[in-house]
């Protein structure tokens, strides 16, 4: 059993509970990022990440070597997890493997100690696996797609959200894009949040074909932008807000506030590395009023 321990100040990282063989196993090389320091990293975040990746189905990027060596994308437990880690299963599906959940830092520490170098939840959690709490709508620019397009596409979709009635929230991926993100009463199946994505996908693609696309075909990519509905399936996942990204610079999806969309701020600028001082100098959670604005899936726009 673990040994008792007082409990942190409110506003210090919580303690930290698993242990961490190889603490300084590098997993970024280029920005001297161990495994002790990435449980570091999440502990700071914790209270911010926490509502977006508990209690729901997490696929992982494993890299037991680092960014430089062989990755896995796993949705299913594997030998000698640490007993902090849920293991839902499936109602629709219950005699498949099950998948892995977790509730606290606990959990993500012991992901982390399991060399899970990016956290990718389901948009529904294991309380109801059938109703998707988010949508995100992610937007992928194509080859030689300017910065400042991708960044007019998220105010348009933020704008035909909120038309519908929905509230919206963006992130940078960490990757190429940004992902904004709506919350959802969870009323609506995935069929119709999917519905939903597809029909305002399609209508941004309709309205500017020269900008948008809302078909994966890669020949109808180059210069617009894929506007990605397609996360929003039974099953698929998308990058968690503060995950880490397992790519050069410990890249990491970051949640921002629409006032601090900008030329200057790119799709990688924010880092494990940098977060803790962005952290410091926020005087508010740009996601903080995320679960309260909450709404049931509007009908299809
Ligand atoms: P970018 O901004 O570069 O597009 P992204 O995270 O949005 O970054 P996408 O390729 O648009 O990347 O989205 C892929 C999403 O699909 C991932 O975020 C992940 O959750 C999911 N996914 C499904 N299968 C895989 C896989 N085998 N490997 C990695 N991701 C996968
Ligand atoms: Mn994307
Ligand atoms: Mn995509």
Request: net charge neutral; hydrophobic share 40%; aromatic share 8%.
């Amino acid at each position: 059993e673990d040994p008792p321990s007082a409990d942190p100040p409110d506003d210090a990282p919580p303690r930290r509970r698993v242990r961490l063989t190889h603490p300084d196993r590098i997993y970024w090389p280029d920005a001297g990022l161990t495994k002790e320091g990435l449980a570091d990293y999440y502990a700071e975040v914790w209270r911010l990440m926490a509502p977006f990746v508990t209690d729901r189905p997490l696929a992982l990027v494993r890299c037991p070597e680092g960014i430089g060596g062989p990755r896995f994308f796993q949705k299913h437990p594997w030998q000698g997890l640490d007993r902090s880690i849920l293991r839902p299963v499936d109602p629709k599906a219950p005699e498949d493997a099950p998948y892995l959940a977790i509730r606290d830092l606990d959990g993500l520490t012991a992901l982390v100690q399991g060399a899970a170098l990016e956290i990718h939840p389901f948009g529904s959690t294991i309380a109801d696996w059938e109703r998707p709490d988010i949508l995100i709508l992610d937007l992928d620019p194509g080859e030689g797609v300017a910065w400042e397009q991708v960044l007019a596409a998220a105010r348009e979709v933020r704008e035909r959200l909120e038309k519908a009635g929905l509230s919206a929230f963006v992130k940078t991926s960490g990757g190429k894009g940004l992902h904004v993100c709506a919350p959802l009463k969870p009323k609506a199946d995935w069929t119709a949040a999917k519905a939903f994505a597809k029909a305002l996908a399609d209508a941004m693609a309709a309205d500017s074909p020269g900008l948008y696309v809302s078909t994966i075909a890669k020949t109808k990519r180059k210069g617009r932008i894929l506007i990605d509905y397609l996360r929003n399936q039974r099953g698929q996942t998308a990058v968690a807000p503060y995950s880490t990204r397992a790519w050069p610079g410990a890249p990491v999806s970051m949640p921002l506030a629409w006032e601090e969309l900008s030329p200057d701020i790119g799709p990688g600028h924010f880092t494990a590395l940098n977060t803790p001082t962005r952290l410091a100098a926020l005087d508010r959670d740009p996601w903080g009023e995320f679960r309260a604005t909450a709404a049931p899936l509007p009908p299809p726009p």
